[in-house]
């Protein structure tokens, strides 16, 4: 099995990984203006595409893939709320292309992945020309999927975590370890390899609090997530503790998906409940939001864009108001500048912000101690070779493979490929 990574390693962004010439795992983009796109995109040529969640540094620059098949279009594997989901995000970075000067791809790409999609439940397995795979929940987002590959000739096998969280949160349930097959081949990601997360339930308590506060004195309150996952985690925690928050941006046509899928959330109900007590806005309605004491969460995650920007221009200067993020802000984006610099880039412009920033670790990725009980499960199984990609720490996380289990761990750079017998 000839395996080669053309992004998302020793890098969190544009996750593609390559098997034997034939099979994708993922195609994602890292934003950016332009995003950036995985090595040798427009030259490679899969027969299938397997897409392990929405977010789009794993699914983004899939469309792409649809006009350049040498021998026809590519099939996509993914879960039916993945396909949807990613429909809707590629829908907005063709928008967002038209509006910044660039071009990735077109509606009648989407159109073709569309047609060309094979939605796959959890435990269902498909035959792949010489190939069996089977999709595993994955407890990060709606719909998003570990995936197990076996190649028949070889009798070799492959597990790919994709993003993966093993404690359930308000939104998802979550797998456990047990749940998992054995494989030869462990691909793990390690966003939070050397970090730990906090006690959820006390950093829900203090984002409340801290909320209530600027509430309280008259102020309002930013709440930037992303689309996927984060707005619907976010609204349900505000929801339960009582608070009504304004909702804008596409974090709500992502909760109007979800809820033709209530099988891919852990509680559809509380979902909807939550989003029945939220009050929408949209471009026409913004002002009303500052009429109050409020809190809005909004997108974009991470202020690269989106109606955030809106909200930041126009309240950037009240020392008595909040931005709380709500994750990990990748580096060179507005969020990540704002943390470090106090201010962001709104329409070409570097606006200084007053506002008090804050930053709360709703992560929907395993902590150091759930990614190290993975590997040491598939160890256990008889996994023998382990890549680590998809992190800052790459190398950290494979060096404790390593040591801890005399595997051979690897992480892997760009560009590089491995063939495994
Ligand atoms: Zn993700």
């Given at each position: ?45 899969p ?6 969640h ?16 040498r021998?026809?279009t ?31 791809f ?8 569309n ?33 197990y ?26 797998p ?6 054995a ?20 950093l ?35 929801h ?52 109050e ?17 809106y909200?930041?221009k126009k ?28 201010c ?26 759930e ?22 720490d ?24 491995f063939?495994?017998?």
């Amino acid at each position: 099995m000839k395996i080669k990574f053309l992004g998302g390693c020793n890098e969190v962004g544009r996750s593609a990984i390559l098997v034997d010439d034939k099979i994708m795992m993922d195609y994602g983009l890292r934003p950016s203006t332009p995003p950036e796109t995985p090595e040798g995109n427009g030259r490679v040529h899969p027969e299938s595409v397997v897409v392990s969640h929405a977010h789009l540094d794993h699914s983004g620059m899939v469309p792409s893939l649809m006009s350049m098949g040498r021998d026809g279009t590519p099939d996509v594997y993914m879960t039916a709320v993945t396909s949807d989901l990613a429909q809707l995000l590629s829908r907005d970075t063709i928008k967002i292309g038209k509006d910044q000067g660039f071009f990735l791809f077109g509606p009648e790409d989407l159109r073709k992945m569309n047609e060309h999609t094979h939605t796959l439940g959890y435990g269902e397995r498909v035959a792949l020309d010489g190939y069996e795979l089977e999709l595993f929940n994955a407890g990060h987002i709606p719909g998003s999927a570990s995936a197990y590959l076996r190649k028949e000739s070889e009798d070799i096998s492959l597990f790919y975590t994709g993003d993966i969280k093993m404690d359930a949160t308000r939104l998802m349930e979550c797998p456990s370890p047990e749940d998992f097959p054995a494989a030869d081949i462990l691909l793990i990601e390690s966003t939070y390899y050397g970090r730990e997360h906090r006690d959820r339930q006390e950093l829900e308590r203090e984002f409340i609090d801290s909320i209530t506060e600027t509430l309280n004195s008259g102020h309002n309150a930013i709440v930037p997530c992303f689309a996927v996952g984060r707005t619907q985690e976010v609204v349900m925690i505000l929801h339960s503790y009582g608070l009504t928050p304004y909702v804008d941006g596409m974090g709500l046509g992502v909760f109007r998906t979800l809820k033709n899928h209530p099988s891919f959330v852990r509680n559809a109900k509380a979902l909807n409940d939550a989003f029945g007590n939220a009050q929408f806005v949209n471009s026409k309605h913004r002002k009303k939001v500052f009429s109050e004491p409020s809190v809005i969460v909004t997108t974009a995650g991470m202020l690269n864009g989106g109606p955030v920007l809106y909200y930041l221009k126009k309240i950037h200067e009240d020392p008595k108001s909040k931005v709380l993020l709500t994750g990990y802000q990748i580096e060179g984006t507005n969020g990540e500048r704002l943390m470090d610099e106090g201010c962001v880039e709104i329409d070409g412009e570097i606006v200084k912000v007053n506002m008090q920033v804050e930053q709360y670790d709703f992560s929907a990725h395993a902590g150091d101690s759930e990614l190290k009980g993975i590997v040491s499960k598939f160890y256990e199984n008889g996994t023998g070779i382990i890549f680590t990609v998809h992190g800052d720490d790459t190398e950290g996380f494979a060096t404790w493979a390593r040591e801890e289990y005399g595997c051979d761990a690897i992480s892997p750079k760009v560009g590089e490929e491995f063939i495994i017998e």
